[in-house]
């Protein structure tokens, strides 16, 4: 496990945590990233295409930049394929990029996590395994069907195989479906933890504790929601400690602002809870917890040349990459503007 | 044996060695810096060669320093007429060591700096010569100190021989 994981009672930054020094190494790749960052979409495209009246003239907005179509084309099926070509096309670059193997591992073991989760899904549920899996992650889906049919899960590197197992193990206490998902995330954040204490990088490290808080604020906000009886799926490693969520499962909607007051997470809980209250919604969490993690990226901008430059890039153009499908998918099926809006703003 | 002759070209060696090597390391990092920007906007190449060959200029006042040093002893007009010493040596020495190492950490900076530099100019081209070059002309100044002490004590600190003088004169 990581050395210096202490939960925080008190924080030692304000708004973000540090970002980590200068590695020359990238000086290359940092500028090459630089000159990309240009590219990346700008809220003002964003606010046109949310604001389109229809689904063509917000897929129009794109004409300029790097997503344009073929003329003619607006079916949501080819720009769905040009987002997947971008996307594809960076996880390349960034692998091209990163001098250190062990972080290309690191975020293509996202894939493995998601191949993993579904496949465990459909296996312990008699289903049968599909096709629609990742081919991205570090180990091909086939492989992956391969050993748990055998249940020879040795075959697993050692993150794939401990979030097996526990899987395994939480599915049949009560047949829910859902430990399978708490098992798995647990074991996705202590290996991303564990790893980035290994390559020794305070901006990984920071980047997924910040993500661990995240998924708890939004999984706290769920289950009050929901007003669900478990109170399953926090996860550790974090900078805010577990029992202030705890707690925060047991106050009413108004003391949230008050309780995550002394967290950088103040302005996402205390707007996130009003957006919630006042229209059932979780738009605005989703769109606050976005808005955080982009701002931390963003913050990579004070290094000149590092791998956070590059995790950076890769983070905020698979951000932006879903942002547009989100928009143009609500476009087609003619939702509200102001919804739109609220999520993306 | 001339201990103060090696001493002296201790010195002459290490201002140009230390400071040459700086500038190899400033150059790469800014040269690095330029062709990631360059790949993606070749058009740029005119604003980038600035900011990578500044950081070569401490090579040159470290050259400079060993060429006066060699001067002043003579190598070019004949040789030594008698011992330099170890006095002497060790005087030439020190006098070298201010660009030396004042040109190894101004240009492996300058170049860190000028790569800032490129980033910046990369995203705002009308920043290249405000944020980038004045910037690493300021760090250029404290290379250029050091030179400026390097020549004030080969030129006015040692007394030189007279087999130098004589020489050159001759």
């Known amino acids: ?69 073929p003329q003619g084309s607006a079916r949501f099926e080819d720009v769905q394929t040009v987002l997947l070509e971008k996307r594809a096309n960076v996880r390349e670059l960034f692998a091209d ?43 091909p889906p086939e492989l992956i069907e391969h ?15 401990r979030a097996t197992e526990q899987a395994v193990l939480g599915y049949y206490q009560n047949k829910d479906i859902r430990q399978i998902d708490y098992a798995i ?9 564990a790893e980035a204490a290994r390559i020794e990088s305070v901006f990984l490290l920071n980047l997924f504790r910040i993500q661990v808080d995240l998924t708890n604020i939004r999984t706290m906000l769920r289950l009050r929601f929901a007003d669900a009886q478990h109170r399953q799926g926090l996860l550790a490693g974090g900078f805010v400690e577990l029992e202030r969520f705890r707690q925060g499962l047991e106050l009413g909607s ?33 769109q606050l917890c976005d808005e955080y993690l982009i701002g931390f990226l963003r913050s990579t901008g004070q290094v000149t040349a590092g791998p956070q430059v590059i995790v950076a890039y890769l983070l905020m153009k698979e951000h932006e990459i879903r942002t547009v499908r989100l928009i143009l998918t609500a476009k087609k099926n003619l939702l509200d503007t102001k919804l739109i809006l609220d999520r993306v703003a | 044996m001339d201990y103060g002759m090696a001493l002296a070209l201790l010195g002459a060696g290490l201002a140009a060695f230390l400071a040459g090597i700086g500038s190899a390391f ?31 200029t401490q090579g ?58 490129i980033l910046m100019a990369a995203k705002r081209p009308e920043m290249a010569f ?28 040692i007394k030189w021989p007279e087999f130098a003088t004589a020489a050159a004169g001759a």
């Not at chain 1, 108004?254 to 006042?278: K, M, N, W």
């Not at chain 2, 001067?71 to 007429?81: E, H």
Request: aromatic residues 12%; hydrophobic residues 50%.
């Open chain 1, 185 to 193: 995330d647990q074991v996705e954040a202590d290996h991303k933890l």
């Open chain 2, 26 to 56: 400033g150059i790469s990092i800014a040269g690095r810096a330029a062709t990631g920007v360059l790949s993606e906007k070749p058009e740029r190449y005119g604003q980038m060669f600035v900011m990578v060959v500044l950081p070569g």
């Open chain 1, 254 to 286: 108004e003391a949230l602002g008050q309780l995550f007051f002394a967290t950088p997470y103040h302005r996402i809980v205390d707007a996130g809870v009003a957006y919630l209250t006042s229209s059932q919604s979780f738009l605005k969490v989703e």
């Open chain 1, 147 to 161: 050993v748990l049919e055998e249940e020879n899960y040795d075959l697993f590197p050692p993150y794939m195989r």
């Open chain 2, 130 to 157: 405000k944020a980038g070059v004045v910037y690493a002309v300021m760090v250029e100044i404290y290379a250029i100190l050091g030179l400026l002490v390097t020549l004030f004590i080969l030129w006015f600190g």
């Open chain 1, 1 to 69: 496990m990581p050395k210096a994981r202490p939960e925080q009672s008190v924080f030692e930054f304000l708004t973000y945590p540090q970002v980590g020094g200068d590695d020359w190494a990238y000086m290359s790749q940092s500028a090459q990233v630089r000159t990309l960052e240009m590219q990346l979409l700008s809220r003002t495209v964003l606010m046109d295409m949310a604001n389109a009246p229809d689904f063509s003239a917000a897929v129009a907005s794109l004409a300029a930049g790097e997503y344009a179509l």
């Open chain 2, 60 to 117: 040159f006042y470290g050259f400079l320093g060993a060429f006066i040093v060699m001067l002043q002893m003579n190598f070019f007009g004949g040789g030594l007429a008698q011992e330099v010493g170890i006095k002497l040596g060790l005087q030439i020495l020190a006098s070298c060591l201010p660009v030396g190492i004042a040109g190894l950490f101004s240009a492996i900076q300058q170049g860190k700096v000028c790569a800032g530099g």
């Open chain 1, 97 to 139: 990029w990163m001098l250190d193997a062990a972080v290309v591992a690191l975020f293509k073991s996202r894939h493995d996590f998601a191949n993993l989760r579904l496949a465990l899904r459909r296996t312990l549920t008699d289903r049968p395994f599909g096709a629609d899996y990742s081919e991205e992650g570090n180990m």
